[in-house]
């Protein structure tokens, strides 16, 4: 009750009287401001509260922020990003995929995360708790698997938790000169290098 501003005070006899915000009268149950809350989909009795499904939580974050940088990788894997670069510039269209528009299916994804997987742990020397850096098959649910969640979601998580230490994996995996790999945006801009050469890896 004290979330929506609902005072209460004690009486004798463990029994409560409440008060709605803005009113002055006293009620025996809280449960008399159903009708005020309904707009918010409030249900005092059971004391929940739902949530609409075309609701979505938007945020802007500055990546270089400490308090960013060291947040939890499992909490990142459940949000989606967009990756916004400082010269508005935007990678390359996809060519990878039966389709050959940067979509993999079902399949496609998972053979593509298996071989990502084998590619981390091969360079598990350059990765601080590797158990935490494995793709499952959710870490994109949607399907088929676009470009755009590639780029924002599955790169981005590449390079800010699995290969934040150290780059030289995925420069050796590209074969780019160390110096055109600097930024998260060149990384975006080699995704059809970046899924090619996964695709291939051995």
Same mark, same amino acid.
């Given at each position: 009750m004290e979330s929506i501003g609902v005072e209460e005070k004690p009486l004798a006899n463990e029994q409560f009287e409440y008060k709605f915000p803005g009113e002055e009268k006293w009620k025996k149950s809280y449960l008399t401001f159903q009708g005020r809350v309904n707009g918010l989909n409030l249900n005092l009795k059971e004391q929940s509260i #739902?949530? $609409?499904?075309?609701?979505?939580?938007l945020c802007t974050m500055n990546t270089s922020d400490n308090s960013i940088y060291f947040m939890d990788s499992a909490f990142k894997r459940r949000w989606d990003w967009e990756f916004i670069n400082w010269d508005k510039t935007k990678p390359p269209k996809g060519n990878y995929g039966k389709e050959q528009n940067g979509t993999l299916d079902e399949q496609e994804w998972f053979d593509f995360i298996k071989k990502l997987n084998d590619f981390i742990k091969s360079n598990h020397a350059s990765i601080r708790g590797i158990e935490d850096k494995q793709i499952g098959e959710y870490f994109i649910k949607e399907r088929p698997v676009t470009s755009t969640?590639?780029?924002?979601?599955?790169? /981005?998580?590449?390079?800010?938790? @699995? /290969? !934040?230490?150290? #780059?030289? $994996?995925? @420069? !050796?995996?590209?074969? @780019? !000169?160390?110096?055109?790999? @600097?930024t998260f945006g060149d990384f975006t801009k080699l995704h059809n290098v970046f899924v090619n050469k996964i695709m291939s890896y051995n």
């Open positions: #739902k949530i $609409p499904p075309n609701l979505s939580i969640q590639i780029q924002n979601k599955l790169m /981005f998580f590449m390079w800010d938790s @699995v /290969f !934040n230490r150290d #780059k030289k $994996p995925l @420069v !050796n995996l590209l074969q @780019v !000169n160390k110096d055109k790999l @600097v």
